[in-house]
């Protein structure tokens, strides 16, 4: 009994330093994010900023698509990337010779790191393994430029839930943390930090009643595709966060909490009560429009007065 005891004091003690350190690397990069005014923005890789597929693997419509004039020069171009995966591959496979991947970057997706970077600490969690990781993280930021923070793998998830990623493997604060995914299932303790992205499917999947984009012989629009859409919406996100109200600090300030802000004022766009706050803007910006008119005006009337006055003596 007494060894029972010993054991749990000693696992208790443990615990409570691991979650120690754990809390004091969480503050002190807190510190770090509020004094650059910046928020700690987690990726997914596959079919959320990229898609992978091993050749074999892809169906016979797209096996054409690549090996025709279009698929050729999308490689030449660099805007599909053909390479082999010399170890481990990103699947289990019996075969012995080594995996032809095919890799589509998202449209718009370097566009999106770069922009980010100005008001995010980025991220990488996947449930790919290092090896995949490290050649994706090549193609998107080979300088490691904008992905400047964590890159979790499926070797850093617990066996217990392989299929699970959460909050306690960043070393950020949660209340600082935003989560673009396409996978909402998997991130089942932090919906919240979730913001929505449609997945993007370019090559062709015959247990999907979607229509791939080599289907459609398109691609994802980059102005108007879903990473722009994102990252208009994180902007926003971002503004709320900051924009302190009197009396507040950024200590009491929860990214959650600019979520919904954000959420409530875009489902207000086109309702009365969206459109009257709007109209006050409008007009509060009128209103002092005149005042500074009038006023330029007044300094202008006074100046002339001073200068007839003169002109009379």
């Not at 030449?76 to 496979?93: D, N």
């Not at 100005?118 to 930021?141: P, Q």
């Not at 400047?148 to 960043?170: A, C, F, M």
Request: hydrophobic letters at 35%; proline letters at 2%; a neutral charge.
């Amino acid at each position: 009994m007494a060894i029972q005891n010993l054991k749990a004091t000693v696992n208790s003690s443990s615990s409570s330093i691991r979650a120690n350190s754990i809390k004091h690397v969480r503050d002190e990069n807190l510190k770090t994010l509020l004094s650059k005014k910046k928020l700690h923005l987690v990726l997914d890789l596959d079919n959320t900023i990229l898609e992978s597929s091993i050749f074999e693997d892809l169906t016979k419509y797209d096996r054409d698509y690549i090996q025709r004039s279009v698929g050729v020069k999308m490689i030449e171009e660099k805007k599909l990337y053909q390479w082999v995966c010399e170890g481990k591959g990103y699947k289990v496979r019996l075969s012995v010779f080594p995996d032809v991947y095919l890799t589509k970057l998202r449209p718009y997706v370097k566009t999106f790191l770069k922009e980010a970077s100005k008001l995010f600490d980025k991220s990488i969690f996947t449930l790919g393994n290092l090896a995949y990781t490290t050649k994706m993280l090549e193609l998107l930021d080979p300088e490691r430029l904008y992905i400047n923070s964590q890159v979790i793998t499926r070797e850093y998830v617990p066996l217990s839930t392989p299929w699970r990623k959460g909050h306690d493997l960043l070393k950020s604060h949660e209340r600082v943390v935003l989560v673009v995914d396409d996978a909402k299932d998997v991130w089942e303790a932090n919906t919240k930090n979730l913001i929505d992205i449609a997945p993007y499917g370019f090559f062709d999947d015959e247990s999907s009643d979607k229509k791939s984009w080599t289907r459609k012989w398109e691609d994802e629009s980059d102005k108007y595709g879903e990473l722009a859409r994102v990252l208009r919406e994180l902007k926003k996100i971002h503004k709320e966060f900051y924009n302190l109200e009197e009396g507040e600090d950024y200590e009491s300030r929860d990214v959650r909490d600019a979520i919904e802000e954000v959420k409530r004022k875009f489902s207000l766009q086109g309702t009365k009560q969206g459109m009257i706050s709007q109209h006050a803007k409008e007009t509060t910006s009128e209103i002092d429009e005149c005042f500074k008119s009038m006023d330029l005006n007044c300094r202008r009337n006074r100046l002339n007065r001073i200068q007839t006055s003169h002109d009379v003596m």
